[in-house]
């Protein structure tokens, strides 16, 4: 089955600092994946849309300089959260779809990030 | 109205009974649906998907879909107290967009 790798799983840092997270399909090419950010006890939202070799798509209301995405490769992308704020302490998830398989959706394991 | 929605719950039932969760979405034109299980602080797993009208059974769980009322939804026989989790179901509307829906609680009781 398609595996969806996802580091670091948690991460703590200092306000004004910048994180980056990564995520890797580990069996498979991915030319999309997609960032969701999670609030505790709320529904998962997406932020954006990230495309192998192209700008990322972001959903509206996300800070696109402030929420970089980078897909340099089919199986990398890698999502860095700049000047980070605590109100940025979130759960954050990729997932990765396996070619055009209806069900392939694959969730990364989520990074919880703390902004401290 | 909210592209999918869903009852929060919790949704509470018995250990063995059968558990049964809801999700309407509003644009006709959506072509699959699936159904996501998320365990508290942890990333969804995908437990069913659909694109057809009527049954699909998988194990324990069956997810029923009504095109024409815009209605999905996940069947759970013989639950178990590990079936306690929030019930994400999502959506791939006309537009290729993927929508979740808010999540339903279901507690399963000893």
New interface residues.
Partial sequence: GAVVS?HPSWVICKSGTSVKIECRSLDFQATTM?WYRQFPK?????MATSNEGSKATYEQGVEKDKFLINHASLTLSTLTVTSAHPEDSS?Y?CSARKGQE??G??????T?LTVV | QKEVEQNSGPLSVPEGAIASLNCTYSDRGSQ?F?W?RQYS??????I??I?SNGDKEDGRFTAQLNKASQYVSLLIRDSQPSDSATY?C?VRTAGQ???????TRLSVLP
Avoid: D, W
């Avoid at chain 2, 967009?97 to 999540?103: A, I, W």
């Fill in positions: 996802q997609f709320q529904s998962l939202m997406l759960f998830i209806l069900g959706y694959t969730f990364g394991s989520g919880r | 699959s699936f996501y602080g942890k990333s969804p797993e995908l069913m998907f694109y994400l999502a967009n993927f929508v979740f829906g808010p999540g």
